[in-house]
């Protein structure tokens, strides 16, 4: 659904299957790359006309004959939308989210804006593709329809355990769902249209009282409510280099294939909604009733529900697949910490994934998986990464001004103009269903991300980075072994310490004298050639005492090393049946010291 997604939505599966950026797996074809990158842009139809009619029946059932004309301007809009990325394919065939158009044509400031919309998309893209999945299982298996947010969140975990093991997608894997789900759409707008079967009464009744006069407000409600229905329109710019040769042809190709797929599911399912005066009700998505009003409640019925909820469940996990990537990037700008940069020993995001998971769980329980108190936060973020691509796309036409280009201009201008007008209706109409959060939330993740870059220019700055040091040199060194009882784990360690500096002293702590004394003379009938100093701690810290005399010997001619002798059981479940004062010490001294600290590991065998 938003820009970044599409960043590479699809590529990182590319790179995890091939181990590199090569032409290999690069075979998209036009139904590869609608399987897999428009499975969000394509489940959209699942929850778009939904939105639009939930805001027109506060108006009565009457106002239900609106419909049509708000999903045809709607319609429109994907339309320019579809046409003007094409003409982003052609100028960006390295694929690129609205953070990298942004940061390329426009500037800092308008790269962190498309990069915070896009996270808050990815978020909501989760939540709302498995908040819906769960509402289609709840139509099919009325007994799920009390539980959706148990639903959504088993939903939540087995996405996030598949994609913590780095498990690729498949575009032939994804064929079949999407395959099922367009059939089983255009079969409901057929049989629909011509022949519409009895038993279409599903779910449970409710009543509309007439809370709300049919007026300009409404109906731009019910316009930036049904907007959700052409989010994710640009991953497939976003994804070209996934593509077969000529990539750019082929991506182009596949656009406008997922733009007349969508222009023909949401003006035809606008009609039938209107023709049959189909009305929210109560355990049932309107997707499902318009299925049992075309198909009953039979296999088909089933068939058609069942897809439509692996399709919105394969759209959340695309999230999985471009968040963690847009926030290495933006971790790569020095704009997010450094961690989310890293890879686990499989080649995934690891880090990423959880933060996703969390927010994404957080977000669910906090509206109860309830799909119409999620769709108010949801094309703002959407939208804003839609304007940023299109401005980013006109500077770059008038910048370079190839040929043609002030047609393309023209083009991406005129969407840029709308999708910025549409982000205006929402803000203004939904601000107080809950858009103010995401208007808090996107100045807030801008302020996060300069902060952030602000703290690691500090850093280069103390680090000279770019600057070339002064030459290294050669100082006294002093190590440090903290000690208890003689034993093998002594030995070891102040074996070691002799290997690594030219003086090396132990150090042990006693409550009182006559712990000192027994400390001593067991330490001289070993004689290791090794003093040690004996401290005295009533409270026989060896950390505090470690410290006391680290911070006693400091000297600027001098290098101090604390090597921290360790104990490391066969099974990690022994290690609470040792204490923890050796990773206690290490904490404490890298905290108040500004001496070189190694840790001796000791291993403990079966």
Known sequence: MASPRTITRYEPNVRR??????????????????????LDALSSVAYGPEAAIVVLVAAGTGAISWMVPVMVVITTILVILIFSYTQVIAAHPEGGGAYAVGKANLGRWPAMLGAASLVVDYVLTVAVSLAVGAASLGSVFPSLSHHLLLVALIGLVLLTTVNMFGIAESAKLLMLPAA????????????????????????TAE???????????????????GCTAITGVEAIANGVPAFRQPRVRTAQRTELSLGALLAVMLVGLAILIKA???????????????TAGAFGKGAAFYVANLATALVLGLAANTSFGGLPVLMSLLAKDHRLPHLFYLRAERPVYRYAIVVLAMLSALLLVAVKAQTQRLIPLFTIGVFIGFTISQVGLVRYWVTDRPPGWPARAALNGLGATLTALAVVVAVLTKFLAGAWTVAIAIPALI?????????????AKELKLGKTPPHPTKRASIVVVPASTVNMLTEQAISAALSLGETVVAVAVGGDEDDCASIKHAWDDWDPGV????LIDPHRSLIQTVLRYVKLIQDEDATIMVLIPEIIPAKRRHEILHNQRGRLLESVLKGRTDVVIAV???HIHD
């Open 17 to 38: 299957r091939a181990g590199k950026h090569t032409d290999e797996g690069h075979d998209l074809g036009v139904p590869g790359g609608l399987a897999a990158l428009s």
């Open 180 to 203: 099922v789900f367009v059939i089983s759409i255009f079969g409901v707008l057929i049989v629909g249209a011509f022949h519409p079967h009895p038993v279409a009464v599903i779910g």
């Open 207 to 225: 009543t509309f009282p007439h809370t709300s006069a049919l007026n300009l407000i409404l109906i731009l409600k019910a316009f930036s409510n």
């Open 276 to 290: 049959h005066g189909v009305v929210p009700r109560g355990g049932v998505t309107i997707l499902a009733q318009v």
């Open 447 to 459: 302020l996060l991300f300069s902060r952030i870059e602000g703290y690691y220019a500090g850093v």
């Open 531 to 534: 003093a040690i100093e004996v």
């Open 600 to 602: 001796l590991p000791f």
